[in-house]
């Protein structure tokens, strides 16, 4: 017999997972005193047979209880709007509904009574609607005796009643917008096959979107890419290396999560696994048009991203569609040119805006009446990147010429004059990204561009009404334009010299951050000079979010923050959306350019080991000697730098977690990178300071062995051998500590240290967080302080081993 579930007015048709206690207790009371006869509860079945029908309440649930299938109801934004209900696959388990495959997409029922799921009698699925077809499997299937059921992985399979592996059709086979583990993405060479993702219409309508992720072929190699309208493509995987696909290395040899390709005869495809079965994952294309490959995660109760391509919002094609500035720093990313306004304001709220913006005032030219004997003029848009699809005009040999050639051309809207020389642009304007070193100039009804330049004027001709009037007034603005024009702005910190930076210095100090240094966690790194000529680094803070008040009262924190292994703060800069940060410049870069790229600079066993004690120290500062304990929470190679002498500097701290010493305050958004994350992250506990620990104890190993941990290799003892934290607590059992070594230090490394450093870190990378040392213990054990004792092998370990329980002795 199928479950039966209540349906509430909005989505999703999920029965409530608890009840609250006390109303529990009232109800078993009540059905007590009143001697209720209770028909004993049917199980829930995962299975539709002939004869059988999936109502609007009812819901298949797989056999492990992780997936349910049913109706469900997209959220009406008004009273008016028609109800829509899906038949859909989704999460059972999780308090959040997420669907991850939609059969009706694109043809909605309005009345659930009406709906039923059936296996029909040529054998097919159906979804009916008073008698009509609304959906069907439309499979080739060479018996009417099938059923469907829905399997523990999440695919909802039609096969043969009589031979389980016989199955006609699965929606595995056919995804939406959700790649689940076990399902592919690519193609059937003998069926014709296709299975590529595709993004919602947006977070309401469930319908197929403009953006696509597929797998693609061309002169023989083969790579990733995603594509809007199915014809622009704008990110690339990169082609497949062997290994990994050269644009996304970071994906090879993950042990619990990892991105696999196989190509045969018959088919190519990509997949993806996870090491731990108990972790719920979803890889969706997003109605951003990212790929986002997302963990639910228990302290937040919600799923958190861990990857996302492209990177960057505006990297998507026409994310903000057309007449509209994308600006990765700002929040919402999307906003209208001058002269335009949002087409339509609902489709923005559901975080589509590909409609972009529309034109307030017609262009002269187009029949603009009330602009009679007026041409249109161009609106300036100073510091942009403008789209790649221009017209090259090499007949204007000047920016009047230009602008003339445009005004020749109805259809033409913006045109830019520079080192390449003339650009026009025609129709609607795509892709315009801030942050750029081009002027792009937008043709407007010349009276928009007017009405612009009158309310300048009238800013100012205000301005001296009100001075004229009142000498406080005066003395006021007097006061503003001396504050502005200071260079840097003050100090928000008195003697401690965080200076207030304005973006307009910062812009000219980084030549608009035009020579990137590199990427981290929370933004985008630039190379800088001040005018006093000390070199700077400049972090933009992507999509920041935190207000003027939280960004000013963080910043002060870490002002207070000063140690030889912690990266100095120089200054900051907040206007508006913006927030920047201003480091020291670290010459000799990040640890991971020396450990894991062919030109960095091989370093020696004595530098390796006082970089990790400088790590350490600088770590123990942060958790111990800061008025409040700071949780990096992403302790990586990429955020150790070094400096001219090669002294190792943690960055990215300041932005962390600033906990109470009582850690009364448990941190709920999953941070870190994949690789370094402690178990916690994933189970939901109470997040602390030993998180930084663990990540420490991996980077420790790669300090040693000169190479991501996740690098695979050969290995005669199986594949998971070569995982370098199993084969470092295998070692320290069998003795062979010389062999986890770098080759490239050529044997002269002090086999002592050696040891010490893969004990310390087998404890550091424990299991349990309270086996694991603090990270002044740490100091104190690399200080040969106290003698470190042999650990236990980690239970992960145990089980990425395959082995049994191990103990290193």
């Known amino acids: 017999m199928l479950e039966k579930h209540s349906a509430p007015a909005v989505l999703p048709i999920l029965p409530p997972i608890a009840m609250h206690s006390a109303v529990s207790l009232m109800v078993f009371g009540l059905l007590l005193s009143l001697q209720l006869h209770i028909l004993p509860c049917h199980a829930a079945t995962d299975t539709v047979s002939p004869g059988q029908e999936l109502a609007g309440g009812d819901k298949l649930v797989s056999s492990n209880g992780r997936f349910a299938l049913g109706f469900f109801q997209a959220e009406s934004r008004s009273s008016d709007d028609t109800p829509k209900w899906y038949l859909g696959i989704w999460f059972n388990t999780v308090p959040k509904f997420t669907p991850v495959w939609v059969a009706n997409g694109e043809n909605p029922v309005a009345n659930l009574p009406s709906c039923k799921l059936l296996v029909y009698r040529d054998g097919n699925l159906l979804i009916q609607a008073k008698e009509s077809t609304v959906w069907s499997s439309k499979a080739n299937t060479t018996t009417k005796s099938t059923i469907a059921t829905l399997l523990n992985n999440g695919n909802l399979v039609l096969r043969s009643a009589s031979n389980a592996s016989n199955i006609f059709w699965q929606s595995f086979d056919h995804p939406t917008d959700t790649i689940l583990q076990g399902a592919k993405i690519g193609w059937n060479n003998a069926t014709g096959l296709i299975r590529r993702l595709v993004s919602k219409r947006n977070d309401i ?112 094609y026409a994310f903000c569609g057309p007449f509209t500035v994308c600006n990765d ?23 589509d805006r590909t409609g972009g913006c529309a034109r307030n005032t017609p262009l002269y030219c187009d029949g603009n009446s009330s602009a009679a004997g007026m041409a249109d003029k161009f609106y300036p848009m100073p510091s942009v990147q403008v789209p790649a699809d221009a017209q090259n005009v090499g007949t204007a040999t000047s920016a009047d010429e230009c602008a003339l050639v445009c005004l020749r051309s109805c259809s ?61 007034g005066l003395i006021f603005l007097l006061m503003i334009w001396m504050r502005k024009g200071k260079r840097y702005g003050d100090d928000i910190q008195g003697g401690m010299g ?64 000063q140690h030889v292994n912690l990266v100095k703060l120089i200054g900051f800069c907040c206007e508006g959306d913006v927030r920047l940060l201003v480091y020291e410049h670290m010459p000799n870069g990040s640890l991971d350019a020396h450990l894991f790229q062919s030109n960095g600079t091989v370093l020696d066993w004595t530098l390796r080991y006082q970089i990790a004690l400088g790590v350490a120290r600088g770590l123990a500062y942060l958790h111990v000697s800061c008025r409040d304990c700071i949780i990096h929470c992403d302790i990586k190679p990429e955020n150790i730098l070094l400096d001219g002498s090669f002294i190792p500097k943690v960055a990215d701290f300041g932005m962390a977690k600033f906990l109470g010493r009582d850690f009364s305050h448990v941190v709920t958004t999953m941070r870190g990178t994949v690789g370094y994350l402690a178990p916690e992250w994933i189970s939901g506990t109470a997040i602390t300071s030993k998180v930084d620990v663990y990540s420490y104890g991996m980077v420790l190993l790669e300090i040693i062995s000169g190479s991501r941990n996740s690098s695979k290799q050969s290995s005669s003892d199986g594949v998971y051998e070569a995982y370098f934290p199993v084969r470092v607590a295998r070692s320290l059992l069998d003795g062979d500590i010389a062999s986890l070594v770098d080759a490239n230090l050529l044997g002269e490394a002090n086999l002592e240290e050696v040891e010490r450093v893969c004990k310390l870190a087998c404890w550091c990378i424990q299991d349990d967080e309270f086996d694991r040392p603090t990270m002044s213990e740490v100091v104190q054990y690399l200080e040969g302080m106290f003698e470190v004792e042999t650990p236990p092998m980690p239970r992960l370990l145990q089980t990425i081993a395959g082995g049994p329980n191990l103990k290193i002795t």
């Open 412 to 472: 033409c809207t913006a045109y830019s004059y520079g080192e390449g020389g003339c650009s026009v642009w025609h129709d609607k304007l795509l892709n315009v990204r801030q942050q750029g070193n081009s002027v792009l100039h937008l043709r407007l009804a010349a009276k928009e561009v007017q009405s612009s330049k009158s309310h300048r004027r009238g800013v100012i001709i205000g301005a001296a009404i009100g001075a004229s009037t009142a000498t406080l």
């Open 329 to 351: 720093v700002t929040f919402p990313s999307c906003t209208c040119m001058k002269g335009f306004s949002i087409g339509s304001l609902q489709d923005w709220e559901l975080d």
């Open 205 to 316: 309508d469930q319908a197929p979107g403009l953006y696509s992720f597929e797998l693609f072929g061309h002169n023989g190699a083969t790579s990733i890419i995603s594509s809007f309208n199915s014809s622009k493509p704008y990110w690339s995987s990169g082609d497949w290396a062997g290994r990994y696909f050269s644009n996304i290395p970071e994906t090879v040899g993950q042990t619990w999560l990892s991105l696999n390709f196989t190509s045969n005869e018959q088919e190519k495809y990509i997949d993806y696994a996870i090491e731990d079965p108990t972790v719920l994952s979803r890889g969706i294309m997003d109605v951003s048009g990212q790929l986002k490959v997302l963990l639910w995660f228990e302290g937040s109760r919600d799923w958190q991203t861990i990857f996302t391509a492209p990177k960057s919002q505006c990297d998507v």
């Open 498 to 561: 965080i200076i207030a930076f304005r973006y307009v210095d910062l812009q000219c100090a980084t030549k608009k951050f035009s020579e990137k240094l590199g990427a981290g966690s929370f933004g985008s790194v630039f190379k800088g000079s001040l005018s006093d000529s000390t070199t700077v680094a400049v972090k933009r803070l992507d999509g920041a979010r935190q207000g003027e008040k939280q960004f000013r009262a963080e910043v002060s924190s870490i002002g207070i923050i």
